[in-house]
């Protein structure tokens, strides 16, 4: 972050060296050219170039906001088109007030020269506009680059914590206690669920290493671990799917939505006696992939979810892929939970 704070105040000290050059040049011109006295022609090109000065510091923040990501092309060209006309013209205003007060008999020649001081400040407007635009987009791809390097050297640390927090043990144990208790009373059931147990963990610790996989392929190995808890909690386990066909080959971090899942189960199944429903919602939404998931609660259970490690270390393992922020939020309204997701569409 310092090193591009400190280049972009070296591109500033750059644009204005390049401003000052223009101004000196437009000095020649007035001076040799138009035979304008040398004190006028230089107080005309300093308050010119100061001028642009000022309007070169603060045209990088409409560049900030008119951002690539959220315009289409044709918007930003007129956007930008508009800002370069109107801030030409507010430099012209400001210029010509300036050398009337200072010199009143200037006004005929600056006058004269509208046409040329507006075509010659709307292109240096737009020059500053596209560099802007070029430095944004170079600080962006640096700390993409940096935030790429950062997640690659952290991979070991995260896929140990990521194993931590969305296998939860007390399910294995669980499990293995179930398939127990089923070898003696419902030995089918037991095989049932040994081989669905084996294939999920054998799911996750052969993929631990992939970084993206497909939404389908994600609801797979949802759909084994939901298999297991099915067998534990029979009929006080639902789940519904709602999925539209866009959405199945969407590229999403592998293993994201397993701990929140769990998290249902977790917190809905295990702390009532009622029966837990669990919708799964998704969409696309402009540039973003939608999942919600929600789920009902035991509302006197409520002060006792834990202290949100999983949906933590979702959050900080979206914030490193995507490189972007609140990716996740959070509703609880009366006794449904529900949490929804923004997975940007590459």
Not at 88 to 97: V, W
Not at 119 to 147: A, H, M, P, Q
Not at 259 to 274: A, F, M, Q, R, T
Not at 294 to 323: H, P
Request: proline content about 2%.
């Amino acid at each position: 972050m310092r090193n591009i704070i400190s280049k972009n105040i070296n591109y500033r000290n750059t644009l204005n060296v390049i401003i000052g050059v223009v101004g000196f040049f437009f000095f020649l011109l007035l001076h040799f050219i138009e035979n304008i006295e040398f004190e006028i022609a230089f107080i005309d090109s300093l308050i010119t170039s100061g001028i642009f000065i000022l309007i070169a510091f603060s045209l990088w923040y409409p560049a900030n906001y008119l951002n690539i990501e959220n315009y289409s092309l044709t918007n930003l060209l007129v956007y930008n088109l508009l800002i370069a006309i109107i801030t030409s013209i507010i430099s012209i205003f400001f210029s010509y007030f300036v050398m009337i007060f200072l010199n009143p008999n200037y006004e005929l020649f600056y006058i004269s020269t509208l046409v040329l001081r507006f075509s010659i400040g709307t292109l240096c407007i737009v020059i500053i506009i596209i560099s802007n635009y070029v430095v944004i987009f170079y600080n962006n791809l640096t700390e993409k680059v940096i935030g790429e390097s950062k997640l690659n050297s952290l991979i070991a640390e995260a896929e140990l914590k990521s194993l931590k927090y969305q296998i939860n043990p007390h399910f294995i144990f669980n499990s293995l206690n179930s398939i127990s208790s089923l070898t003696i009373s419902n030995p089918e059931k037991a095989q049932e669920m040994s081989i669905n147990l084996s294939e999920f963990l054998r799911k996750i610790l052969a993929g631990n290493d992939v970084k993206k996989v497909s939404l389908e392929e994600e609801l797979k190995n949802i759909n084994l671990y939901l298999k297991i808890e099915k067998i534990r909690f029979g009929n006080r386990l639902e789940f519904a799917l709602n999925l539209s066909e866009d959405c199945k080959n969407i590229q999403i971090p592998n293993m994201i939505l397993q701990p929140l899942i769990e998290n249902c189960v977790k917190h809905g199944v295990y702390e009532s006696s009622d029966t837990i429903h669990i919708d799964f919602n998704c969409k696309r939404k402009e540039n973003y992939l939608e999942i919600t998931i929600s789920n009902n609660f035991d509302s006197t259970f409520s002060n006792k979810r834990g202290e949100g490690i999983g949906l933590q270390n979702i959050n900080s393992r979206l914030k490193l892929i995507y490189n972007k922020p609140n990716l996740i939020s959070i509703k609880k309204l009366d006794n449904i939970f529900t949490v929804i997701l923004l997975i940007p569409v590459e």
